[in-house]
């Protein structure tokens, strides 16, 4: 698909080289059930022409999926990348690398894909979920979550409802859901009225989590 639909405009660091903090730095925040979230509001800094790559390089597919008695198209584009295989940029094979060595350390599983949402503007958006086919359903799993372009809110609360905790993920953020986060929490990326353009969530799994 064409990016000629995607407005962006680009910071005055649109020639400033890709730079990422070291994960040291992220912070986590305990939930309850076993569930946790490491956030890292500035992962990356510069990266205009990451962004760029992607929205112009990404064979973005539309999906769509039955709801009642009809099939609808999902309101946001998506690519998945198994193996990082034909990944566009080669920062995204670099920033999964960089994760796997930080939490394989800990004991966790390295990240093997990246699957890519591109929310197109504040009226593409995903609703509560809980990436809870494979693995998720039943273990710990980690899923991490780098945002580039616009500002958007990713909202987090207890499985079947309840108050929410909101992350405002800004170009270059990083989230991780960690623990039971998958089987006892959902989250979203509600539609909004004050995005300034694209957003892509590129999202780090390990094997058998989706």
Known sequence: MSSSGHLWQPTLDAVAPVRWRDLTEIHRSELSGDAWIDFLPSWLTGGDDVLSTLLGKVDW???RRQ?????????RLTRHFGKYQNVPASELVWAGKKLTEHYVAAGWDPFVSAGLCLYRDGSDSVAWHGDRIGRGANKDVLVAILSLGSRRRLLLRPRGGGS???FTMNHGGLLVMGGSCQRTGDHCVPKTKTSGGPRISIQFRPQGVA
Not at 67 to 72: A, D, R, T
Request: aromatic content about 6%; proline content about 7%.
């Open 61 to 63: 597919r539309h999906e």
């Open 67 to 75: 709801m009642y008695e009809q099939e609808v198209e999902v309101p």
């Open 164 to 166: 929410s905790l909101s």
